[in-house]
């Protein structure tokens, strides 16, 4: 039976040549596809054979925060002028003509690192050649979007990891599974430790701008904790303390994290604050 805490929610951190790229207008998409070739013989009619000629992995990002010294890293052949003697904050792109120019040049690592995750869940394309497309509309209501397609070029054997990139073909004790080979059944079966999730707030009706404090009740010793407060707040303390600037009733959710597995308590309406 499958485990229903390993189904994963998308939003991420975007990390793009070590830094923060900041928050992003929806998810982030990926692609991974390939090309092949059918091996086929005079003697049959079906492909005996069939062969990988190309990949492709893209990830497809939508930025909404805007900052020029950050942006500059996906224009091909730009130019970037700040002023940090006279007018410090002030900056300028200059875009050029780019005919002729190698995106290759853009490449960099690019990280996504889910929210609430583990480093297993993070995807890292370990030389991404950023395309960027740009479509703002300056209206009252909305949000300025620019997005960027990285596309994943080869250098080395491996060009996109998923999961921790602290593991490496040489770590002492590692164990290398080829795709071909069988995986071992502990490493996806339910540990022999046992995780629960639960906690309390020490009250349930509160004024607004009056922190509560959260604890987590949990078992199992927790590598992580993650609080989702309601009201568009969150929290990776173990026990936070948390105040709500609006009247109105809250949903409180927390998670916690041990070896990939996860285990979530949500109360439904469980903070009404008042003025």
Same mark, same amino acid.
């Given at each position: 039976?499958?485990? $229903?805490?390993?189904? @994963?929610?998308? *939003? ?24 092949? !070739? ?34 500059? @890293? ?10 940090? *003697? ?9 875009? /050029? ?9 853009? =490449? ?10 583990? =480093? ?58 080829? $795709? ?27 004024? @607004?701008?009056?922190?509560?404090? !959260?604890?987590? /009740? ?28 609006? $009247? ?28």
């Amino acid at each position: 039976m499958g485990d $229903a805490t390993l189904v @994963k929610l998308g *939003a991420c951190n975007v990390y793009f040549d070590g830094a923060d790229m900041g928050y992003t207008f929806g998810g982030v998409k990926l692609q991974y596809n390939f090309d092949t !070739f059918e091996k086929m013989v005079d003697q049959e009619d079906s492909a005996v054979d069939e062969v990988i000629t190309k990949h492709n992995f893209e990830a497809i990002v939508p930025f909404a925060e805007y900052q020029l010294p950050k942006l500059i @890293k996906f224009f091909p052949g730009a130019s970037l002028l700040a002023d940090d *003697a006279v007018s410090p904050g002030k900056f300028r792109i200059i875009l /050029t003509s780019t005919y002729g120019t190698s995106l290759r040049d853009l =490449a960099r690592k690019l990280v996504l690192k889910p929210k609430g995750g583990t =480093a297993n869940e993070w995807v890292t394309i370990h030389y991404a050649m950023p395309r960027i497309n740009i479509d703002f509309t300056y209206e009252r209501e909305g949000t300025r979007v620019y997005n960027v397609t990285f596309r994943a070029l080869k250098r080395g054997n491996a060009f996109v990891s998923l999961g921790d990139t602290s593991l490496t073909r040489s770590t002492p004790g590692v164990v290398i599974v080829e $795709a071909t080979d069988a995986i071992p059944a502990s490493w996806y079966e339910e540990p022999s430790w046992t995780l629960t999730c639960d906690f309390t707030v020490d009250d349930d009706t509160l004024q @607004k701008n009056v922190e509560a404090q !959260f604890t987590s /009740t949990a078992t199992g010793s927790p590598e992580n904790y993650y609080w989702d407060f309601g009201d568009g707040n969150y929290s990776w303390d173990k026990d936070p303390k948390h105040a709500y600037t609006t $009247a109105g009733t809250y949903t409180v959710s927390h998670t916690v994290i041990k070896d990939g597995v996860r285990r979530t308590k949500t109360y439904l309406d469980m903070m009404t604050i008042s003025d």
